[in-house]
């Protein structure tokens, strides 16, 4: 089956720039999303990548997809405090429509 | 902004009993959703419903589980006889047909079953 994979934790500076890695294994994953879940809220979609593209630029946010690898990675340029939360890749492949979800990496924004 | 609404927040429950949480979705959305997450582990897909029936369903929805669209605006999801492995955070989702295929989330509802 479908399978998401992300490292669990990152902490980075105020005004650094976060790189969140992403793996999935569906090769049919034709819609690739980052949603963002602050403590006790519940999933804001930041961003989606359809698969025929490599990248997209939204503001302080960069999505780039290796679709051969596999890999999805999320930029935050300048992060802020405001930043801090858990951040989930999310694939929905094929035909269907279900999300299957990521293990969240939770960034933390050091001072 | 239209957003998905859902209630309650939290419900405790005790073990055996039956809970109903309720959304309602943005009103012209079409696709309706319910995903849970069990504490520190990953977002789970239940079950998608369109046209009054479900499209799709998990393994994890099982003969327990139910959905509803009782009338024009709500969405549920009914637990006929809780277990304590039920304890999660239950999230709506709904998305237009056509177009793009963004799902938004409601807030959730925290669920223990004690």
């Known amino acids: 089956g479908e399978d998401v994979e992300q490292s669990l934790f990152l902490s980075v500076r105020e005004g650094d720039s976060s790189v969140i890695n992403c793996t999935y294994t569906d090769s049919s994953s034709t819609y690739l999303y980052w949603y963002k879940q602050e403590p006790g809220a519940g999933l804001q979609l930041l961003t989606y990548i359809f698969s025929n593209m490599d990248m997209k630029q939204d503001q302080r946010l960069t999505v780039l997809l290796n679709k051969k690898d596999k890999h999805l990675s999320l930029r935050i340029a300048d992060t802020q405090t405001g930043d801090s939360a858990i951040y989930f890749c999310?694939?929905?492949?094929?035909?269907?429509?279900?999300?299957?979800f990521g293990t969240g990496t939770r960034l933390q924004v050091t001072l | 902004e239209p957003e998905v609404t859902q209630t309650p927040s939290h419900q405790v429950t005790q073990m055996g009993q039956e809970v109903i949480l309720r959304c309602v979705p943005i009103s012209n959305h079409l696709y309706f959703y319910w995903y849970r997450q069990i504490l520190g582990q990953k977002v789970e897909f239940l079950v998608s419903?369109?046209?009054?029936?479900?499209?799709?369903k998990s393994e994890i929805f099982d003969d327990q589980f139910s959905v509803e669209r009782p009338d024009g605006s709500n969405f549920t999801l009914k637990i006929r006889s809780t277990k304590l492995e039920d304890s999660a955070m239950y999230f709506c989702?709904?998305?237009?047909?056509?177009?793009?295929?963004?799902?938004?989330f409601g807030p959730g509802t925290r669920l223990t079953v004690t």
């Open positions: 989702a709904s998305r237009k047909t056509g177009g793009d295929y963004e799902q938004y």
């Open positions: 999310a694939e929905r492949g094929g035909a269907a429509s279900k999300l299957t």
């Open positions: 419903f369109y046209n009054n029936e479900i499209s799709e």
